[in-house]
């Protein structure tokens, strides 16, 4: 069975412990979007390890991960990373593959993401500066530089000096120190030379092990309101975090895909700018007391607010999910009661799906219906039925809600905090 995991709210939905999770049942892991300015957080034992763009089922064993080509990769950072966990006595060789296709990210992208952001002022999207959406945008206008080209250092060293000396022009326009070719080209060629066992034809090797039966798990980053189609546009990411992103970011085809986890907390977050309809100054000031909520790649405070089931409701929809993984449960636990946004209120009109307009969005208030809290630690519980009652049914109703089978339940950061439903 071949799997897409994705993020059903705002990402930061706890993905990288849940891919951790069904991992166990899983062959291969397939990253197929986004860049590092996303972040999954895995605890194991007293462990705790934060990966940026190499999939979460590296950390078991005989696991083998792919990084694909939908993937905007900064080779520097992936090195550091893949160095960062050999230290730490995780063996990549032989189970990291990267696609050859994946675009690059260069400091010519994080220097214009920056710039741009700063311009923008108020306006600004809340980017994490990491260059992902300058990286996209190469890749659109048929301008990016791809592993494949860094991996022939002649071909690429006389693209990038082109591309610098383009980019340098528009990077001082807007008020920024322009770059210096040898120290980039230097840079680059290096982390290239340490990529270069790990790159491969991946689409041709994934449908290999395809054809062998192998189960395919495919993860996925930010959520599905950060998507540039389906999203809180323009207050989103940059690739497809939807599960269609899977196939056009793998070269899986979709007949191929069996079936759609969709991660969700059991409140909602969000980070940067942008509408979040039910954001709670409450529920904020509780969770960032309790130390949560902080972001694994920026270390910002998240915003923070009730469940929405308006946006899950859309997101199951727009994904496909067949099965939800509901995480932080026990970030509700001293609470006597809870409120679950079941529509909008919108110029007089209930909406039972949030518009495509951001500007309309922020003009929708919430409708809620109060459950009862359950007043009482969970992060203990290891099975379902052992779950307080009003947690369990809480559970339920969030299932029933957003219109998919609950299937996972985490009630804590730890791999052993996490059950079946």
Known sequence: MNTILVGAQWGDEGKGKIIDVLTEEADIVVRSQGGNNAGHTVEVGREKFILH?????????????????????????????????????????????????????????????????????????????????????????????????????????????????????????LGGEPLSFPEVE????????????????????????????????????QGTFLDIDFGTYPYVTSSNTTAGGASTGSGIPPHRMDRVVGVMKAYTTRVGEGPLPTECAEVSDMLHAMGREFGATTGRARRCGWFDAVATRYARMVNGIDELAITNLDGLDTL????????????????????????????????YRKFAGWNQPTCGVRHFKKLPVAAQKYLKALAALTGAKLRIVSVG????????A
């Not at 675009?103 to 923008?120: G, I, N, S, W």
């Not at 048929?142 to 060293?157: E, H, N, Y």
């Not at 950061?413 to 079946?420: G, I, P, V, Y």
């Open 186 to 221: 230097q840079s680059y060629l290096e982390a290239g030379k340490k990529l270069r066992p790990y790159i491969i034809n991946t689409v041709v090797w994934l449908h290999q092990q395809d054809e062998k039966k192998k189960r395919i798990l495919f993860e996925g980053a």
């Open 53 to 173: 763009l190499i999939p979460s089922g590296i950390l078991r064993r005989n696991k083998k991960c792919v990084i694909g080509n939908g993937v905007v990769i900064d080779p520097v950072s992936l090195v550091a990373e893949i160095e960062g966990l050999e230290k730490r006595g995780i063996k990549l060789a032989g189970r990291l593959f990267i696609s050859e296709t994946a675009h690059l990210v260069l400091p010519y992208h994080r220097r214009l993401d920056e710039a741009r952001e700063h311009r923008k002022g108020t306006n600004k999207i809340g980017t994490t500066k990491r260059g992902i959406g300058p990286a996209y945008g190469d890749k659109a206008a048929r301008t990016g530089l791809r592993l494949i080209d860094l991996a022939q250092p002649k071909v690429f060293s006389a693209k990038l000096r082109e591309r610098i000396e383009e980019n340098n022009a528009v990077i001082e326009s």
């Open 336 to 367: 006597r009661q809870i409120q679950v946004c079941v529509a909008y209120e919108c110029r007089g009109k209930r909406l039972l799906y949030p518009p495509n307009d951001a500007e309309e969005l922020l003009h929708c208030r919430p409708i």
């Open 413 to 420: 950061a730890q791999r052993k905090q996490t059950f079946e």
